[in-house]
């Protein structure tokens, strides 16, 4: 280790370590002649340019030996040896003028200062200094000496010692936190009224904290706390302070007020009034709540469902005859599993002049059901529950077209009346003649996992003379229309674009003459389009050859809103994995083609699955279409020989679709369809959905062909 030492003039005694010096001649330039090593020696400076002490000492020959002499190595400081292996003459670092460290030996019995440390300097606190460079240990001019100073830059000087010559002195009312300041003025740190404690462990929830005088302390009494029965900053109420309010300013009956626990709201849970649902004081009821009452209990008749007036008095005019079954059916749980029941209803002996049904079923997650009532002689079918509420379970409901608000989406979802999806109803049974008939319940569960029992029904009749009575501005079950009541229609809502009058003949039948059809009629699978908004984009079935692609999504299957005859995006999806081929291969007269597409690995197992076909090929019924998932050996027919003699596939196979093909030209298996009963792509559902994918077609007659253009398979994992 080299040491470079120097002092200039105004340093005498101090003493320093002389510089080692190898190979070098006096005057520090490169030595020609034989190589010497130098012992150091103390050098005491005692004025300029005068030293005193000891003088470097030639101890070798000019041979070049490094051996020490004859005594180096025997562990014993001999003359002319600095140290002789762990005998250092009780020399050590410090001794040699460094602040630390350990001191060694040379083989040639010089010292080694290689080990020795000099610590100020080093960036890094040693002992004895109080910083060193950029470390000042954390201190700032305000923790040096907080009496002092209450700002400024704490520095260190080249003795390691701190300089505060930048530091400022204290002043309190100059808006700036300094010294022993907790605040001044406008200056509160970092501070608010949610980091002050009202009290020990409870801290203010807001408003504005201010600086008391003198700067020793924080101002709270514009600060507020939810809980101190005060009224303050944004709180409604706090406590026992309700600003003056009670149950009956809040719109209630009576009852007592409250205040919530964060003093955001009222808490009217003690109040009451008729329609909260809670029966209380005079009333007879409220909305469901009928206090153990029912039909069989306050009127003759067998069965129905009670009523509730506005005035919370209850109404018995729904009490009618009510026929059951307790079937004790299986609901699911596999995806597309269809429960059925049926009840025989004997002759009325009078018109029926309301419908009511009521359903009892256990079911885990009643979101993937839907529920329709039919009356199997007229084919007339009211959806009642369309996939709603979610993962509620169970459902205790009776539906009610004048119930006025669908289920309610607690366990069991119901618990009492409820009306219809729009735009179910069951008026439309209104009007029917007496006579036995036949009704039917049909389940759907639309989902894996959840399953349940179908474990009552019932349906509920009011009788009475025919309601049929054209001209009395009622729409009944043989009317389309009675008066000026339309029944809610429309000529927009019959698929009429631009709109016009509908009327109601003297036959209570719908009267089109003045609706206008020169922007299309939507619903007659011909899509009409002039030009002129509005116009039709699709009509039906008919989809004009688009995807969801060609509208912006990954894929999905794409379908035609009625009436507007518009597309409807509801089963295009930016979450599908969508994989498509292209092959453009030749369908010929009984040869098959194969396609395959690849699923790539990690796409998770398959929750959905839809197909989109491409194809153009004269008499679609010389056609049968399989799809294989490879890896599993799963495979479903999507279709064989279908509609006939009509042209072409441009088709979204979805077992959610509603309903087939419906075979109309100019595209005979075109748009939004199911699979061919009874397939069901919902059988891929749960596997592994990576792999090959394949599609075979055959066409199984011979004079026509065509060309399988492209397919896709649209995967919700």
Request: hydrophobic letters at 35%; glycine letters at 12%.
């Given at each position: 280790m080299l040491l470079a030492l120097a002092c200039t003039t105004g340093c005498p005694g101090d003493d320093v370590p002389a510089v080692d010096t190898t190979g070098e001649d006096s005057t520090g330039g490169s030595s020609t002649g034989p190589s010497t090593v130098t012992t150091p020696t103390t050098v005491t400076m005692t004025g300029a340019d005068t030293s005193t002490g000891g003088m470097d000492t030639e101890t070798e020959s000019a041979d070049g030996s490094s051996s020490g002499g004859p005594s180096c190595g025997d562990g014993v400081v001999d003359a002319g040896e600095d140290c002789d292996g762990a005998d250092l003459g009780g020399m050590d670092c410090m001794g040699r003028g460094f602040d630390g460290g350990d001191l060694g030996c040379n083989d040639d019995c010089t010292f080694d200062e290689s080990m020795c440390t000099l610590n100020c300097g080093n960036g890094m606190i040693d002992d004895g200094e109080e910083c060193d460079g950029d470390d000042l240990g954390g201190m700032d001019c305000v923790t040096y000496d907080p009496a002092m100073y209450y700002g400024g830059e704490l520095g260190c000087n080249d003795d390691c010692t701190f300089d505060a010559m930048m530091c400022v002195t204290e002043s309190c009312g100059d808006d700036m936190i300094n010294g022993m300041d907790v605040c001044d003025g406008a200056d509160l740190g970092v501070e608010d009224c949610t980091t002050q404690e009202y009290m020990p462990g409870v801290f203010f929830d807001g408003g504005t904290l201010a600086c008391a005088p003198g700067c020793g302390m924080f101002d709270t009494a514009g600060c507020y706390v939810c809980g101190d029965d005060t009224i303050g900053g944004p709180e409604v109420c706090d406590g026992t302070d309700l600003g003056g309010e009670d149950c009956i300013t809040q719109g209630f009956e009576g009852g007592t007020l409250a205040c919530d626990a964060a003093c955001g709201a009222y808490d009217t849970s003690g109040c009451f009034a008729c329609g909260d649902g809670v029966l209380n004081g005079a009333e007879e009821c409220d909305g469901t709540d009928?206090?153990?009452?029912?039909?069989?209990?306050?009127?003759?008749?067998?069965?129905?469902?009670?009523?509730?007036?506005?005035?919370?008095?209850?109404?018995?005019?729904?009490?009618?005859?009510?026929?059951?079954?307790?079937?004790?059916?299986?609901?699911?749980?596999?995806?597309?599993?269809?429960?059925?029941?049926?009840?025989?209803?004997?002759?009325?002996?009078?018109?029926?002049?309301?419908?009511?049904?009521?359903?009892?079923?256990?079911?885990?997650?009643?979101?993937?059901?839907?529920?329709?009532?039919?009356?199997?002689?007229?084919?007339?079918?009211?959806?009642?529950?369309?996939?709603?509420?979610?993962?509620?379970?169970?459902?205790?409901?009776?539906?009610?077209?004048?119930?006025?608000?669908?289920?309610?989406?607690?366990?069991?979802?119901?618990?009492?009346?409820?009306?219809?999806?729009?735009?179910?109803?069951?008026?439309?049974?209104?009007?029917?003649?007496?006579?036995?008939?036949?009704?039917?319940?049909?389940?759907?569960?639309?989902?894996?996992?959840?399953?349940?029992?179908?474990?009552?029904?019932?349906?509920?009749?009011?009788?009475?003379?025919?309601?049929?009575?054209?001209?009395?501005?009622?729409?009944?079950?043989?009317?389309?229309?009675?008066?000026?009541?339309?029944?809610?229609?429309?000529?927009?809502?019959?698929?009429?674009?631009?709109?016009?009058?509908?009327?109601?003949?003297?036959?209570?039948?719908?009267?089109?003459?003045?609706?206008?059809?020169?922007?299309?009629?939507?619903?007659?699978?011909?899509?009409?389009?002039?030009?002129?908004?509005?116009?039709?984009?699709?009509?039906?079935?008919?989809?004009?050859?688009?995807?969801?692609?060609?509208?912006?999504?990954?894929?999905?299957?794409?379908?035609?809103?009625?009436?507007?005859?518009?597309?409807?995006?509801?089963?295009?999806?930016?979450?599908?994995?969508?994989?498509?081929?292209?092959?453009?291969?030749?369908?010929?007269?009984?040869?098959?083609?194969?396609?395959?597409?690849?699923?790539?690995?990690?796409?998770?197992?398959?929750?959905?699955?839809?197909?989109?076909?491409?194809?153009?090929?004269?008499?679609?019924?010389?056609?049968?279409?399989?799809?294989?998932?490879?890896?599993?050996?799963?495979?479903?027919?999507?279709?064989?020989?279908?509609?006939?003699?009509?042209?072409?596939?441009?088709?979204?196979?979805?077992?959610?679709?509603?309903?087939?093909?419906?075979?109309?030209?100019?595209?005979?298996?075109?748009?939004?369809?199911?699979?061919?009963?009874?397939?069901?792509?919902?059988?891929?559902?749960?596997?592994?959905?990576?792999?090959?994918?394949?599609?075979?077609?055959?066409?199984?007659?011979?004079?026509?062909?065509?060309?399988?253009?492209?397919?896709?398979?649209?995967?919700?994992?």
């Open positions: 009928f206090g153990g009452e029912s039909c069989g209990s306050l009127t003759p008749f067998p069965g129905g469902s009670l009523g509730c007036n506005l005035d919370c008095t209850i109404d018995t005019s729904g009490c009618g005859y009510t026929f059951c079954s307790t079937p004790g059916s299986a609901v699911g749980p596999a995806e597309g599993t269809i429960t059925q029941d049926t009840i025989a209803v004997p002759a009325l002996g009078a018109f029926v002049t309301d419908v009511n049904v009521y359903v009892d079923a256990s079911h885990t997650w009643v979101g993937d059901l839907d529920v329709t009532v039919r009356h199997v002689e007229s084919n007339s079918s009211q959806q009642m529950f369309d996939e709603a509420c979610g993962n509620v379970d169970n459902m205790l409901v009776t539906f009610d077209s004048a119930a006025g608000a669908p289920p309610a989406c607690v366990s069991p979802v119901g618990n009492g009346m409820a009306s219809l999806p729009d735009p179910g109803t069951l008026d439309a049974y209104t009007g029917m003649p007496d006579g036995a008939s036949t009704w039917e319940i049909t389940i759907l569960d639309n989902a894996d996992g959840d399953g349940g029992t179908l474990n009552e029904w019932c349906v509920d009749f009011q009788i009475g003379p025919d309601p049929n009575n054209c001209g009395d501005g009622i729409v009944t079950f043989a009317e389309d229309c009675d008066g000026a009541n339309l029944g809610g229609e429309s000529c927009t809502s019959l698929g009429y674009l631009a709109g016009g009058t509908l009327a109601c003949d003297g036959g209570c039948v719908f009267d089109t003459s003045l609706c206008d059809a020169t922007e299309g009629i939507c619903g007659n699978n011909t899509i009409e389009n002039d030009g002129v908004v509005p116009d039709e984009v699709c009509d039906n079935k008919e989809l004009n050859f688009t995807t969801c692609e060609d509208l912006g999504f990954v894929g999905g299957s794409l379908d035609c809103s009625f009436p507007t005859c518009s597309f409807d995006i509801g089963e295009c999806s930016n979450s599908v994995i969508a994989v498509c081929a292209t092959p453009a291969a030749a369908i010929d007269d009984a040869a098959p083609v194969n396609s395959t597409i690849t699923v790539p690995v990690g796409s998770g197992n398959v929750a959905d699955l839809d197909v989109h076909l491409d194809i153009t090929h004269t008499w679609d019924a010389d056609l049968d279409i399989t799809l294989t998932h490879d890896a599993t050996g799963t495979s479903i027919p999507l279709f064989t020989d279908l509609c006939g003699s009509g042209d072409d596939v441009f088709a979204f196979l979805n077992d959610e679709a509603n309903g087939p093909a419906n075979c109309v030209a100019p595209v005979a298996i075109e748009g939004n369809i199911t699979p061919e009963a009874p397939a069901l792509l919902s059988t891929f559902d749960g596997e592994l959905a990576e792999g090959d994918w394949t599609l075979n077609v055959v066409d199984d007659a011979v004079n026509d062909s065509g060309t399988l253009n492209r397919w896709c398979i649209y995967i919700t994992p």
